[in-house]
């Protein structure tokens, strides 16, 4: 119902009700794994918190958000995915940075671009320029441990991969076209298909996708129910370049929630 409104809504009451559906189809996915759920008052918190106050030249892309040790969000990444909470702190830029859809905002908008794009040699062969080894500092050896490290952080179970160089190229072997079609990050893909990876290791990031848009939407949702001044004056005047980052979030969470969610549940 929240992202079925979400839909129709207002821009200034989006983030709210996505943030609000998002967390009910998260509870639904918990509950296929932990039929408990809540065994305690401990887990019904949202697992994150964000600054009270906005200072003076306050910048979306620079606001941060910290993880908690208990409620739906350590929950979540520990049924979920496996892993353990760490209460980090993330920016939002580098949060936005995870998602494929935001490569154009960051490119047009402050000069970065996030991805490389590789492209299919074969159904279960990626490719990437040689200067991907350089840009990480790493031999194709050194570079294989890292990306089957950081893969399995999210999918246990993911099979081996072998990575070759040449002068021309570093080609990226998976044990079949299913597991390179469903490669979790680092590998990450376009809207084409085309395969991608962060340009920079220090911008990866070893996080779900459901993860980050929980941890983005909360801050939103917090954002425009409690900061309604910078909230309101941003999207009427629409004098700051963070707003096009934020409606192509929110266009991301709206395009491929349902997507994920289905994907977590009948996986």
Request: net charge positive; with cysteine.
């Amino acid at each position: 119902m929240y992202l079925a409104q979400a839909q129709i809504a207002p821009f200034a009451i989006k983030p709210m009700l996505l943030f609000y559906g998002l967390s009910q189809l998260i509870k639904s996915c918990v509950l296929s794994v932990d039929p408990y759920y809540p065994e305690n008052a401990a887990v019904l918190a949202h697992g994150i918190t964000t600054r009270k106050r906005k200072k003076q030249g306050y910048s979306f892309l620079d606001d941060e958000v910290k993880e908690q040790r208990n409620g739906l969000y350590p929950h979540m990444i520990k049924k979920l995915f496996h892993m353990e909470h760490s209460e980090n702190k993330y920016t939002m830029k580098a949060l936005l940075k995870q998602l494929p859809d935001m490569h154009a905002c960051f490119a047009f908008l402050v000069n970065e671009e996030p991805f490389m794009k590789g492209k299919w040699a074969a159904t279960d062969r990626m490719v990437f320029e040689p200067i991907l080894l350089d840009l990480y500092h790493m031999t194709a050896s050194r570079f294989q441990q890292y990306a089957l490290e950081q893969m399995r952080k999210l999918v246990p179970k993911t099979q081996a991969i072998t990575v070759v160089e040449t002068k021309q190229q570093v080609e990226i072997r998976f044990a079949n076209a299913q597991a390179a079609r469903n490669a979790a990050p680092p590998f990450h893909f376009d809207k084409d298909g085309s395969p991608l990876i962060h340009r920079l290791k220090a911008n990866h990031l070893p996080l779900p996708e459901l993860a980050i848009y929980y941890l983005v939407l909360y801050n939103l949702s917090m954002i425009c129910r409690y900061e309604t001044e910078w909230w309101g004056e941003r999207i009427h005047t629409m004098d700051c370049d963070e707003i096009p980052f934020i409606k192509q979030f929110l266009e991301t969470v709206q395009a491929r929630t349902k997507k994920l969610i289905e994907r977590q549940l009948f996986q």
